[in-house]
């Protein structure tokens, strides 16, 4: 079947400070990958994404490499801002259309 | 990036009564879209697909009776919450896949914040 693992938070870090936030999976066939963002009260907003493996999905200083051989989609940020303060989904998308999304990882960043 | 547009993004109801949540596709066509729902500090729960024309389909658990899906064209789909209850407040959030790319990326709606009082 599909899933996806993902780290548990909260996660607080202070700002400037080196981001990872752990991601797995395990899916029939070959899924592409994403990490979506939500800010306080709002939907979810594409952050990056993977579609093959090997390809690095990067944006805003995110990135996220599609490791096969590990299952793994990790997310890194060299150094968080307090505007990145936010819950991060890992999620993948398979045949079928349906999305698959990890628990989310509630990130906040400290002045 | 396509855009979806829910509304509405807050809605206060009385026990018993209905509502009604609207997700746009505003300039993409959609044959596919999706409910989820999405419990305090927790993941998103897929609720149903919506087929434009046809029944939705709904995740084990879910009551199709409770939460009534239409899908009525390519750039609309309705969820309604049908006789609500306190137990319904929740923060609900509709997706939609362009159908033109094939892109497999879905685009989120800004969500609905249910409180039944």
């Known amino acids: 079947g599909n899933s996806v693992t993902q780290m548990e938070g909260p996660v607080t870090l202070s700002e400037e400070a080196f981001l990872t936030i752990n991601c797995t999976y395990t899916?029939?066939?070959?899924?592409?990958l994403f990490w979506y963002v939500q800010y306080p009260g709002e939907g979810l907003q594409l952050l990056l994404k993977?579609?093959?493996?090997?390809d690095k999905g990067s944006n805003k200083g995110f990135e996220a490499t599609y490791r096969k051989e590990t299952t793994s989609f990790h997310l890194e940020k060299g150094s968080v801002q307090v505007s990145d303060s936010a819950v991060y989904f890992c999620?993948?998308?398979?045949?079928?259309?349906?999305?698959?999304f990890g628990t989310g990882t509630s990130l906040t960043v400290i002045p | 990036g396509a855009v979806v547009s829910q509304h509405p993004s807050r809605v206060i109801c009385k026990s018993g009564t209905s509502v009604k949540i609207e997700c746009r596709s505003l300039?993409?066509?959609?044959?596919?879209m999706f409910w989820y729902r999405q419990f305090p500090k927790q993941s998103l729960m897929l609720m149903a697909t919506?087929?434009?024309?046809?029944?939705?389909?709904?995740e084990q658990g879910v009551e199709k009776d409770k939460f009534l899906i239409n899908h009525a064209s390519l750039t609309l789909s309705t969820l309604t919450v049908t006789s609500a209850h306190p137990e319904d407040s929740s923060f609900y959030i509709c997706?939609?896949?362009?159908?033109?790319?094939?892109?497999?990326?879905?685009?989120f709606g800004q969500g609905t914040r249910l409180t039944v009082v």
């Open positions: 899916a029939t066939g070959y899924p592409s």
């Open positions: 300039d993409f066509q959609a044959t596919t």
């Open positions: 919506s087929n434009e024309g046809s029944k939705a389909t709904y």
């Open positions: 993977a579609t093959k493996a090997d």
């Open positions: 999620a993948l998308a398979n045949t079928g259309n349906q999305f698959y």
């Open positions: 997706s939609a896949r362009d159908r033109r790319t094939m892109n497999t990326e879905a685009f």
